[in-house]
């Protein structure tokens, strides 16, 4: 017993190429989730912006009189503000999209590399693979 595990770990050792799993879609899952960080920054700054153009525009139009320049001004920075707070909200929605497709379930093949006489075989073999984002530069 004490000489297969030896000979089990010596096997480790010398065989350093050893991978459960191939990650070819590894780079396509960090695109997604830095395209999700991104959209969720664009999204949360506009639907900001637009809510606090809606308030000063709703206080500059409700402080000035009808025939006042100001009160023009506040009726389109309202108008703008409502504007880009509608724009952000599908940006935010599409981020949460990007963001379930870099942690879906996938039916795929894989290849794995295992010892024999010979070397290493590689072999492949269907499996699943589900991809979560742990990564907490990205949420």
Known sequence: MKILMLFLTLSILVYQHLYAQDQGNRLLIEEYI??????KNTGLTM?????AAIGIGYLMANNASLDEA??????????GGGASTLIGIP????SGVKARRAAELSLQA????NPSNLGLQTKVIPSVGISIPLNTKYP
Not at 47 to 51: H, L, N, Q, R
């Open 110 to 113: 894989d290849r794995i590399q």
């Open 47 to 51: 639907v900001i912006a637009g809510t």
């Open 91 to 94: 940006i935010l929605i599409s």
């Open 34 to 39: 830095q395209q999700s960080a991104k959209q």
């Open 70 to 79: 100001a009160f023009g001004a506040g009726i389109l920075l309202t108008l």
